[in-house]
């Protein structure tokens, strides 16, 4: 098959895998499914992906290295890291309102088990950028020592992969983008490390002894 056929077909495909995912459980898309929608064989579905899960992850790897590659291009010459981590919570969504058929496949296909059991998901470009920013947070002492780099992306991912997909079920009543900015300083309060006052500290003076001793 020449080249540009080749690529043409997948493009149906991965169009159509896309489509289909984001309507449905991962469980509950069949490859016969897709191979109708995308007017494919399913030999050539066999083919390029191997199997259903090959099929999503190269889905997965399509679309987020997209949106890794518009992060890291958004982020050039921005020095201050809350502006910095402030840029990448913009671009998440503004990425996500713009497709939203991705946030949906990532809803209904990428459950903890199917991440738990394709290691390959947790070594994406965007999560290897997003978790090394949480480290340098962290080792500044800008953000929270409290918990781990690890449990900030977890986190942070769950603020957005929570209001993205539940502003879609509502029909998208408002644009959450154009929220961004008050949106992300309620999550900045929740993950910056607490400036201790030490002046409010002293004036407050020892603790008060309960009532009756």
Excluded at 41 to 50: A, C, H, M, V, W
Excluded at 81 to 96: A, G, P, Q, S
Excluded at 146 to 161: P, R
Excluded at 169 to 180: D, K, N, W, Y
Aim: charged residues 25%; hydrophobic residues 45%; proline residues 4%.
């Amino acid at each position: 098959m020449p080249r540009s056929t080749e690529a043409q077909a997948r493009r149906r495909i991965e169009s159509a895998a896309l489509k289909l995912f984001a309507t449905k459980p991962f469980s509950a898309v069949r490859l016969d499914e897709i191979a109708a929608e995308a007017n494919a064989s399913l030999q050539t579905i066999y083919r390029y992906y191997g199997d259903k899960s090959g099929l999503l992850e190269v889905c997965m790897d399509d679309w987020l290295g997209q949106l890794a590659r518009r992060m890291l291009d958004h982020l050039q010459g921005i020095e201050s890291y809350k502006e910095r981590l402030r840029k990448v919570f913009w671009v998440v969504i503004d990425f996500f309102e713009r497709n939203p058929q991705v946030i949906s496949m990532m809803a209904n296909a990428v459950t903890p088990a199917i991440w738990q059991q394709n290691a390959t998901f947790r070594q994406r470009a965007l999560t290897r950028e997003l978790l090394q920013m949480f480290s340098q947070g962290r080792a500044q002492g800008i953000l929270t020592d409290e918990v781990s780099e690890a449990l900030l992306l977890d986190y942070f991912y769950g603020v957005l992969f929570r209001i993205v997909p539940m502003n879609l079920a509502r029909g998208r009543p408002e644009s959450l983008s154009a929220q961004a900015n008050t949106l992300f300083e309620m999550l900045w309060r929740a993950i910056a490390r607490p400036v201790r006052d030490d002046r409010q500290s002293a004036r407050a003076g020892p603790a008060a002894r309960p009532a009756g001793r």
